[in-house]
T-cell receptor, first 111, second 115 residues
Framework: KQEVTQIPAALSVPEGENLVLNCSFT??????LQWFRQDPGKGLTSLLL?????REQTSGRLNASLDKSSGRSTLYIAASQPGDSATYLC??????????FGPGTRLSVLP | NAGVMQNPRHLVRRRGQEARLRCSPM?????VYWYRQLPEEGLKFMVY????????ESGMPKERFSAEFPKEGPSILRIQQVVRGDSAAYFC?????????????FGPGTRLTVL
């Protein structure tokens, strides 16, 4: 059974810092991994999708990497801004099945 | 191209009533997924549907919950005889046809409150 964990559970940084969010999964037989952002009381916004054959994806200040063999993904946020404050969710898609979500990392970027 | 639409956005029901949650997938998407987010908990998969078929309902509670995705119209998640523990945010996601494991796009969610 796939299990997804995220570290840290919460993170508070001053504006402008670069930061790394971590995601670990127990079953490396994944199809893809997707990072989402969730604002309080809102839905999920897709940030990056990494197919199992890929190592990383980049979008603006965001970079996500995937190491299937070790069961890890990282989300790197460069030059953080207060608007980046949200909960970041990692979700793993097993073949032919559904997404398994991690518990999330709650990020606060202080002005 | 409108995103995934869910309605209502907020739903209040008294114990014992029925709740119907609707999800219209993105145009051209034929795969629909329902997830539940309980207060202070992560998202948990409930059911995966394609048009007129339930593909995987391993996350659905055995009683009171049902889902459908008819040939025409939105997908419906139905909760009969609601209890306070059903209070949660229910999210729908859709993905395009072909393999079922493409990027999922999420709707804004329906927040159900059971009094």
């Amino acid at each position: 059974k796939q299990e997804v964990t995220q570290i840290p559970a919460a993170l508070s940084v001053p504006e402008g810092e670069n930061l790394v969010l971590n995601c670990s999964f127990t079953d490396s037989a994944i199809y893809n991994l997707q990072w989402f952002r969730q604002d309080p009381g809102k839905g999920l916004t897709s940030l990056l999708l990494i197919q199992s054959s890929q190592r990383e994806q980049t979008s603006g200040r965001l970079n996500a990497s995937l190491d299937k063999s070790s069961g890890r993904s990282t989300l790197y946020i460069a030059a953080s801004q207060p608007g980046d404050s949200a909960t970041y969710l990692c979700a793993v898609d097993n073949y032919g099945q559904n997404f398994v979500f991690g518990p999330g990392t709650r990020l606060s970027v202080l002005p | 191209n409108a995103g995934v639409m869910q309605n209502p956005r907020h739903l209040v029901r008294r114990r014992g009533q029925e709740a119907r949650l609707r999800c219209s997938p993105m145009k051209g998407h034929s795969h629909v997924y329902w997830y539940r987010q309980l207060p202070e908990e992560g998202l948990k998969f409930m059911v995966y549907l394609q048009k007129e078929n339930i593909i995987d309902e391993s996350g659905m509670p055995k009683e009171r919950f049902s889902a459908e995705f008819p040939k025409e119209g939105p997908s419906i998640l139905r909760i009969q005889q609601v209890v306070r523990g059903d209070s949660a945010a229910y999210f729908c996601a859709s993905s395009p046809p072909g393999t079922p494991n493409n990027e999922q796009f999420f709707g804004p969610g329906t927040r159900l409150t059971v009094l």
